[in-house]
């Protein structure tokens, strides 16, 4: 998988937005975002 096919499919993962959103408005870190979310550190890693 090329580097833009990655981060095309990083994007369209259905809590995206929520996650950029939570780590810009509360400057938390990945493990907050894993826990506001309920999903585990590869899924996380990837969204941000």
């Known amino acids: 998988m090329d580097k833009d096919s990655s981060s095309k499919s990083e994007e369209n993962d259905e809590l995206y937005d929520e996650a ?3 780590v810009i408005e509360s400057r ?21």
């Open 20 to 22: 950029v959103n939570f």
């Open 28 to 48: 938390r870190h990945l493990s907050s975002v894993q826990r506001k979310l309920r999903i585990g550190y590869n899924r996380a890693a990837k969204i941000i």
